[in-house]
């Protein structure tokens, strides 16, 4: 259907016929039947958690991202967690993040008792803008946490510059961008650790999971205790080993991902190229098309960076439209379309208003960008007709709004 023809259709929202017949969800996991064998023969074996498969997928997963270490845990967010303790976060420690993220970025400095101090974005790709970490940094400042938002690579350049500079740590929040380059450097091999999440909106799931990829052995050794209550050794070394002893060096926590999922990692990672690509050329179908249509602005992507495309958040040019993000949400959902709005900004939520006292208007760039951000349908197993049908629906309500 053309462009054209499609939008001079009544909006669904108004009684018109939807784009499309069934919802389109905004991210979906694929799982093939080699994943599910893969599973299956886990379930058979003598090792359902710890066992040989955790230490296959974390190597597989460092030569992908090209680091030293990579340390699995069970979500995303423990990661993070676990970073944050092997930064030596602490109570009086601030770390410095964006408010344009998920709030668990955020909440790891909380678990370890410092201080999130939030700095504003750039206003191209929506990533933590050094100039403003160089502003936020006191004798307090011990870590900087930028993210890679929807699949962009944050400056880190700039970012590892001024953490040389101050003697920072620098957490790389890369759960939207596995598989992303910057500077033809892989993402998970630049900053001192990077955190990933195998949630099943992400490029490669295992329902819940994690990892942490760094190149100081050190770290990484601090990673493995934590995840594990603090144990300086895991079960299956102690049998091997035939021993009883263990010790308990420091204050951990379970945050293992156990071996049946690991074996779904290690099969989804083998298709991690090609989710890239189909993901890539969504992108660049989505962002030729909305070339075309005023009221739309397709996300930025500076010269030095490859993105994974975790996301493909659009932002509406109010000023050319006659309605808000709400009601073309609203439109959109209508026609059958799963758009999705990332993110609020952490320092909006009431509990970091409570905590840190935040009363909006801090973060002037995040805080605009949020009133205009909507995030299309993206992941790999989209077919031509559904990117088709996101084009077209995008298409059909802006252009309705128009002024
Ligand atoms: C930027 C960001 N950080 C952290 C997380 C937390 O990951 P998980 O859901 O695996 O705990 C997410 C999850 O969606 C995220 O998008």
């Given at each position: 259907m053309s462009t054209t023809s499609v939008s001079a259709q009544a909006l669904a929202i108004n009684g018109g016929s939807p784009v499309r017949a069934t919802f389109l969800p905004y991210g979906r996991q694929s799982v093939e039947e080699g994943d599910i064998a893969a599973v299956v023969d886990v379930l058979r074996?003598?090792?359902?958690?710890?066992?040989p498969k955790v230490g296959e997928f974390e190597e597989a997963f460092a030569a992908r991202v090209g680091a030293a270490h990579a340390v699995s845990f069970s979500s995303g967010t423990a990661a993070l967690h676990g970073a944050a303790f092997a930064a030596g976060l602490k109570p009086g420690d601030e770390a410095i993040t964006t408010p344009?993220?998920?709030?668990a970025t955020a909440n790891c400095v909380l678990y370890q008792g410092a201080t999130p101090v939030f700095a504003d974005v750039c206003?191209?790709?929506?990533?933590?803008?050094p100039e403003q970490v160089t502003r936020k940094i006191s004798s307090k400042t011990r870590a900087i946490l930028p993210v890679d938002y929807s699949g962009h690579p944050a400056d880190l350049t700039g970012i590892l510059e001024i953490a040389r500079q101050h003697g920072l740590v620098v957490i790389e929040d890369a759960c939207h961008a596995l598989g992303a380059e910057f500077g033809g450097r892989r993402?998970?091999?630049?900053?001192d650790m990077t955190v990933f999440s195998f949630h099943p909106?992400?490029?490669?799931?295992?329902g819940e999971g994690g990892m942490v990829t760094t190149n100081d052995p050190r770290l990484a050794e601090t990673l493995r205790r934590f995840r594990n209550?603090?144990?300086?050794?895991d079960a299956r070394q102690r049998q091997s080993a035939g021993q009883w002893h263990y010790e308990m060096v420091l204050l951990g926590f379970n945050y293992r991902l156990p071996d049946v999922v690991c074996a779904l990692g290690i099969e989804q990672l083998k298709r991690l190229d090609a989710n890239l690509a189909r993901r890539r050329e969504i992108a660049a179908q989505y962002t030729a098309a909305f070339?075309?249509?005023?009221g739309v602005v397709a996300p930025s992507v500076r010269p030095d960076a490859n993105p994974a495309w975790h996301l493909y958040p659009i932002r509406l040019d109010l000023e050319k439209l006659t309605t808000d993000r709400a009601q073309v949400f609203r439109a959109l959902r209508a026609e059958n379309i799963g758009v999705n709005v990332h993110?609020?900004?952490?320092?909006?939520?009431p509990y970091y208003r409570q905590r840190l006292g935040f009363e909006g208007g801090e973060f002037p760039l995040a805080e605009d960008a949020y009133a205009r951000l909507i995030s299309l349908p993206m992941f790999h197993s989209m077919t031509g007709q559904d990117v088709q049908d996101v084009i077209d629906a995008v298409s059909k309500v802006v252009s309705s709004y128009a002024r």
């Amino acid at each position: 259907m053309s462009t054209t023809s499609v939008s001079a259709q009544a909006l669904a929202i108004n009684g018109g016929s939807p784009v499309r017949a069934t919802f389109l969800p905004y991210g979906r996991q694929s799982v093939e039947e080699g994943d599910i064998a893969a599973v299956v023969d886990v379930l058979r074996s003598d090792w359902l958690t710890t066992g040989p498969k955790v230490g296959e997928f974390e190597e597989a997963f460092a030569a992908r991202v090209g680091a030293a270490h990579a340390v699995s845990f069970s979500s995303g967010t423990a990661a993070l967690h676990g970073a944050a303790f092997a930064a030596g976060l602490k109570p009086g420690d601030e770390a410095i993040t964006t408010p344009l993220t998920f709030a668990a970025t955020a909440n790891c400095v909380l678990y370890q008792g410092a201080t999130p101090v939030f700095a504003d974005v750039c206003a191209d790709t929506l990533n933590l803008d050094p100039e403003q970490v160089t502003r936020k940094i006191s004798s307090k400042t011990r870590a900087i946490l930028p993210v890679d938002y929807s699949g962009h690579p944050a400056d880190l350049t700039g970012i590892l510059e001024i953490a040389r500079q101050h003697g920072l740590v620098v957490i790389e929040d890369a759960c939207h961008a596995l598989g992303a380059e910057f500077g033809g450097r892989r993402v998970g091999s630049i900053a001192d650790m990077t955190v990933f999440s195998f949630h099943p909106v992400k490029h490669i799931t295992t329902g819940e999971g994690g990892m942490v990829t760094t190149n100081d052995p050190r770290l990484a050794e601090t990673l493995r205790r934590f995840r594990n209550h603090g144990i300086s050794s895991d079960a299956r070394q102690r049998q091997s080993a035939g021993q009883w002893h263990y010790e308990m060096v420091l204050l951990g926590f379970n945050y293992r991902l156990p071996d049946v999922v690991c074996a779904l990692g290690i099969e989804q990672l083998k298709r991690l190229d090609a989710n890239l690509a189909r993901r890539r050329e969504i992108a660049a179908q989505y962002t030729a098309a909305f070339r075309e249509v005023p009221g739309v602005v397709a996300p930025s992507v500076r010269p030095d960076a490859n993105p994974a495309w975790h996301l493909y958040p659009i932002r509406l040019d109010l000023e050319k439209l006659t309605t808000d993000r709400a009601q073309v949400f609203r439109a959109l959902r209508a026609e059958n379309i799963g758009v999705n709005v990332h993110y609020i900004p952490v320092h909006l939520h009431p509990y970091y208003r409570q905590r840190l006292g935040f009363e909006g208007g801090e973060f002037p760039l995040a805080e605009d960008a949020y009133a205009r951000l909507i995030s299309l349908p993206m992941f790999h197993s989209m077919t031509g007709q559904d990117v088709q049908d996101v084009i077209d629906a995008v298409s059909k309500v802006v252009s309705s709004y128009a002024r």
